[in-house]
């Protein structure tokens, strides 16, 4: 049983092997424990050896440490091979890029930052999975 309520909301969907994650904040970590129990759920749906996760956030989506403490715990059992961020909606861009980038760094995650979800998408796409299926040798 969650100590608090749930701060926070997000909505999960699966296309071609990219799992995006709408997350309205602020979260804190019972939202984290509810998140993951959804991307538990959602996780059949996708090729758990080749997919890429896009992450729309919206609103003051600042972790506290405890919560991403926990979040990069989780997300060093899952097999994600790249992250790509729109910060277009986040009411806090360069703090809450440092937390992601901190986090998505400890896990080992590659990752980008965008302004955008079409470029997102295409970075996701045509590069990252394009490189973990042989066709492209390196992104950077």
Not at 2 to 15: A, M, P, T, Y
Not at 72 to 97: D, G
């Amino acid at each position: 049983m969650n100590k608090f309520k749930i701060h926070g909301k997000c909505d999960l969907s699966v296309v071609n092997d990219i799992l995006t994650i709408d997350i309205e904040g602020p979260c804190n970590r019972e939202f984290y424990d509810h998140m993951h129990t959804k991307l538990l759920n959602i996780a059949p749906q996708l090729n758990l050896q080749n997919y890429a996760v896009m992450i729309i956030l919206r609103g003051e989506v600042s972790i506290i440490n405890e919560a991403l403490g926990f979040h990069v715990e989780f997300l060093k059992a899952r097999t994600v091979k790249a992250i790509a961020v729109v910060l277009k909606w986040c009411a806090t861009p360069s703090m809450t890029k440092a937390m992601c980038h901190k986090a998505y760094e400890e896990a080992g995650i590659i990752q980008q930052f965008f302004e955008n979800i079409d470029n997102a998408k295409n970075w996701l796409r045509d590069d990252v999975l394009d490189i973990l299926n042989g066709q492209i040798t390196n992104i950077f």
